[in-house]
C-alpha cells in the first residue's frame, strides 16, 4: 500500500460520504487510502460501516474531556500515529478548533450539502428546501476557523423539482456527494 496518501475521515453519523471514500479508494487506480475514522459519536453508523472495512477508529465522547483543545490533543496524537497526511469531515458535526487547524492547515475539507455561501450550518439541505431555493447543490471547500467557510474546492448544482419533497431533494444531494468528494479527494492528493 505505500505510496498511497494516507485520509482520515471525520464524521458523526451515517456515513454514506465515508462509505463512498472507501469504496472508491479500493478500486485499482486509487491514488489515497481511507487509513483512519475519527468519530464523536461512538455509537453511530458509521462506525459499524469502519469495523465492517477493517478501518481502524478513533472514537471518543467529547463530553469527558475538560474542552476542545484536550479532546483535539488526543485526536492529534492518533492522527500522527497514523501518518495521516489529510482530513476529510464528511458529516462531522463539530467545529474544528486551532489544534487541528494548525497541524493541518490547508489540508482539511469538508463537504457541506448547499451552494454555500448560501445554507451554512446544520441543516444545509431543510434550510434550502423551506427557503424555495429552485437550484441548490454541493459544496467541498478548504476548512478554516469559520462555520462552512474556507476556499471553495468544487461545486455542483441540484434543481429541486416543483413537487420534491425533503427526502426527495436529499436523495439527490447525497447522490451528487458520493461522486463528487472522492472526484476532489483525488485531485487533492495528486498535487
Ligand atoms: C452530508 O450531507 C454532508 O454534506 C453533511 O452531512 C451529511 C453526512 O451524510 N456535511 P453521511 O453521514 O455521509 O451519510
Redesign the pocket.
Same mark, same amino acid.
Given at each position: 500500500m505505500g505510496g498511497l496518501s494516507k485520509i482520515a475521515v471525520f %464524521?458523526?453519523?451515517?456515513?454514506?460520504?465515508?462509505? %463512498?471514500l472507501v469504496d472508491d479508494a479500493r478500486i485499482a487506480e486509487a491514488v489515497y487510502e481511507i487509513a483512519l475514522l475519527v468519530c464523536d459519536r461512538p455509537a453511530?453508523?458509521?462506525c459499524t460501516r469502519a469495523r465492517a472495512h477493517d478501518i481502524p477508529i478513533v472514537s471518543f465522547v467529547p463530553k469527558d474531556y475538560h474542552d476542545k483543545a484536550e479532546y483535539e490533543a488526543f485526536v492529534l496524537e492518533q492522527l500522527q500515529a497514523h501518518h495521516i497526511e489529510w482530513i476529510v469531515?464528511?458529516?462531522?458535526?463539530r467545529l474544528i478548533g486551532p489544534t487541528l487547524l494548525h497541524a493541518y492547515e490547508g489540508r482539511i475539507i469538508?463537504?457541506?450539502?448547499s451552494l454555500l455561501p448560501s445554507f451554512p450550518g446544520k441543516d444545509?439541505?431543510g434550510d434550502a428546501v423551506r427557503h424555495g431555493v429552485k437550484v441548490t447543490g454541493?459544496t467541498v471547500h478548504i476548512v478554516d476557523a469559520g462555520l462552512d467557510t474556507g476556499p471553495i474546492l468544487a461545486q455542483q448544482a441540484v434543481t429541486i423539482a416543483d413537487g420534491d419533497t425533503l427526502a426527495d431533494v &436529499?436523495d439527490k444531494?447525497?447522490a451528487v &456527494?458520493?461522486i463528487l468528494?472522492p472526484k476532489v479527494v483525488r485531485q487533492l492528493v495528486r498535487k
Open positions: %464524521a458523526s453519523g451515517n456515513g454514506s460520504n465515508f462509505q %463512498a453511530a453508523y458509521v469531515l464528511a458529516g462531522y458535526m469538508n463537504i457541506h450539502p444545509g439541505i454541493v &436529499e444531494i447525497h &456527494e458520493h468528494l
